[in-house]
């Protein structure tokens, strides 16, 4: 199974993108810098548990 990354899932664009997946049926990992899944490009060692 694939699950698809979203980025910035958080905010308003990102929570809609990951929303119309999840309707489609698509897996869904959310992430962004305050989210249970975090990720910030500027810290590198966040990036490995958000993939």
């Not at 979203?6 to 929303?19: D, E, F, M, S, Y």
């Not at 119309?20 to 869904?28: D, E, F, I, N, S």
């Not at 959310?30 to 990036?47: L, N, Q, V, W, Y």
Request: charged share 25%.
């Amino acid at each position: 199974m694939t699950i698809t990354l979203v980025l910035g899932a958080t905010g308003k664009t990102g929570r809609r993108v990951a929303g119309r997946l999840r309707l489609l049926g698509t897996p869904v990992r959310a992430a962004s810098r305050s989210s249970p899944t975090t990720f910030d490009r500027s810290e590198p060692a966040g990036r490995d548990s958000a993939l």
